[in-house]
Structures are given as C-alpha cells and as structure tokens.
C-alpha cells in the first residue's frame, strides 16, 4: 500500500513562489512514475509534471521553465517548485504515483495507482 500525503499549498502573489512536497510511504515499486497534477473544480484533472524513478522528468506546456518537480534522495519525498506563479496555476495539488517506466505521455494520467488528498494553491493577481 503506497500512501501519498501532499504539503506546502498557500496563497501567494502573481510572480511568487510556492514549494510543495508530497511524503511517500509504503511500497513504493522498484521502477516507478510518480507526479503532480492539479484541478481546478468543474475542470478535469491536468498533468503538471512526473519524474521516473530514473530521475528523468517531463512537464506540462504550461509550466516549462517556470516549475521543477524532484526527489530527495532517499526518494522518500516528492516535491514541486514552483516559481513566477500566475493566476491560472491557482488549483487544488494532487501527488500520485504509478509502477513501470517510463513515464506516460501528457496528460501524464495514465497508469497513476495513487493518488493523495491535495493541497491547495491560490495566486492572486
């Protein structure tokens, strides 16, 4: 049972920066893909950025060059920075993680087992 506890949500100015983590506990698989993604409520849920347990990452269009997803090296935390934030990032976060590489093709989704309970962010402008 892998279980996925989101932290480090706020309120923040445009152009601000927020930090999320995500604690992994549990049995994690030995090759994996794990992720962040957001919703927005009456919106599906968007892919924001995964990293394989090979340290490759793939992010979302939206995020490039602003966001950087990464582990600690006992790949026991998951983390999000996040940087020049703007009001459309604003969202509920959600950590998941999922077996096999490599990781899926936008909208990352596929295979995602796991799923935390979210943490939420909220850019004004």
């Known amino acids: 049972q892998v279980r996925l506890v989101e932290s480090g949500g706020g309120s923040v100015e445009t152009g601000g920066s927020l930090r999320l983590s995500c604690e992994v506990s549990g049995n994690i698989y030995r090759s994996y893909c794990m992720g962040w993604f957001r919703q927005v409520d009456g919106a599906e849920r968007e892919g924001v950025a995964v990293?394989?347990?090979?340290?490759?990452?793939s992010y979302a269009d939206s995020v490039k060059r602003r966001f950087t997803i990464s582990q600690d090296s006992a790949k026991s935390t998951l983390y999000l920075q996040m940087n020049s934030l703007k009001p459309e990032d604003t969202a509920m976060y959600y950590c998941a993680a999922g077996g096999g590489l490599p990781c899926p093709a936008p909208p990352f989704l596929v295979g995602m087992d796991h799923w935390g309970k979210g943490t939420p962010v909220t850019i004004s402008s």
């Open positions: 990293i394989g347990s090979d340290g490759t990452a």
